[in-house]
């Protein structure tokens, strides 16, 4: 009897750890998994957003914008994506202003001058050569001291300092611009009355400040440009940088040298109207001094012909009074 009560206590014994065993495991498993599961959510579900967004936006992006991203990212823990930490996008559009200010020129109109260069493509290569974000061409890039012009970060700065001479030298940021698009040897020549203005070049200075090449060598103190950011381009809010439709005011002075080459073709042209003039003055008198011979010969002709054509009416007239004289 006391084994019987004895297998049965054990047997109860078992049933009651085996009762408590599941009971245990059910509890500890939210309890060691709590946390992961409730921070993954969080953790993932962000960076996996952003990710989606940012696959979505490089189909827009340059080339060297995707690549970088994808070194940046490259043997880096998922969860630190979901930090803080800047795109190459913005390291790009923040360069870009960066630039724009420490050259002291319009970040608006510089990235419009940029978008239209490349469309912010750092591998962009011209059909004349021009290369990279800002469209350097390589004696261009050697003059400046630029090594890279594949390097927005490098060509971004270079591009501004150079904008910035040419606004000294040609006292507008029309101007400048023409002049970055054609060269300042053939916007001088432009300006001298000595050769064409490329049809290139006036649709370059149009979409860029919205007003004509032709404007900025007029006598106006101030000219509107557009400032609002291309529709397709990024960087909006950066700077200032905005899509909608404005336009703001600016200096439309030429250079004092720019304004020399200008009222000197001018002369020039002046000259020359006068030159000719006197030609035609010339010319004029000489054949009015041939014109009295001319006259005298002329109206000699007229006498012989009233001549002519009054004899036979006298002839006629003799007749006549000859014939009433035989018939009296």
Known sequence: MRFVIAVLAAFLALMIDFDRSPSQVSGDTPTRHASPVSKDPVSDDVPFAARFIESAVASEKPSWLIDDAAAASAGQPEQTIAGPQASSIDVFC??????????????????????????????????????????????????VGLDDPFDPLKALPASARLLRKLRDDFGNLGLAAAAYNAGSGRIQKWLAREGELPRETRDYVRIVTGTRAEDWIEDADRLAIRIDLPREAPCEGIGGLSKSKEVTFVSALAAPGVTMIIRKAEAAELAARVAASRVRKRLAILLKKAAPGAAR????????????????????AIRLASRERSSS
């Open 94 to 143: 923040r360069t870009l202003k960066d630039a724009a200010e420490a050259s002291e020129i319009p970040v608006a109109f510089f990235a419009r001058l940029i978008w239209q260069e490349s469309r912010f493509r750092a591998d962009e290569i011209s059909h004349a050569g021009a290369q990279g974000v800002a469209q350097f061409m390589p004696e261009t890039a050697a003059e």
């Open 297 to 316: 010969l002329g109206k000699g002709r007229h006498i012989i012909v009233a001549q002519s054509k009054a004899k036979p009416a006298k002839g006629r």
